[in-house]
């Protein structure tokens, strides 16, 4: 029997107070692929990810992730999904190191000092590694988000914007640890405005609207971001 997609959306509606923010939408996602969701600031692809997350209940539609509904109170669900949005979701009391390594060995990572030291490089943040928080950049902090979701296990990674405060170097460093995740039998959902990004990482993209959410492929993708409004 074929294993269950990762993500399954179908006429998925998504809104709040009764007034959807988007057209409905469906794709799924399978292990060892990555989707894009692309379209204007506004359209809605922030709203599908908490969907997916568990954080906003669908109005319409099914949705199911990892063969279940969503429940994001479910410790296996937690267990096997890992998110990075556009907040800034740290610990404030603890130095970058401190909270990588608390991240790794919640989720049970053995060789969790390894591991943070890896990050701690690839990220740019070894000579950051015992500052607070609040003493980074705004682009350091974003790179300490990214860090922590890859700091852990999971089956699915769901990003917002990752390239956001990022110099190129950094985003081009990104899409090839995107892409080798889903190479390596992961799952990985985003959401961007890099049509660069968008090419390197993607199997494919949903172009979330108003009228209509299409799945297309990758290159028609990448037109309909460069043809946006100059963000």
Known sequence: MPASPVIHADALVLGYGGEPVCAPVSFTLEAGRALALVGPNGSGKSTVLRAVLGLLEPAGGELQVLGAQVDERDARFRAQVSSVLDDDAYFPALTVAEHLVLTARGHGVADAADVVADLLDDFGLTGHADVLPVALSSGQRRRLLLAAGFARPRRLLVLDEPEQRLDQRMRSALAARLRDEADAGGAVLLATHDPALLEAVADAAVLV???????????????????????
């Open 209 to 231: 609207g108003d009228v209509e959410s299409p799945v297309l492929p990758v290159t028609d993708a990448a037109r309909a971001i460069r043809s946006e409004p100059t963000r």
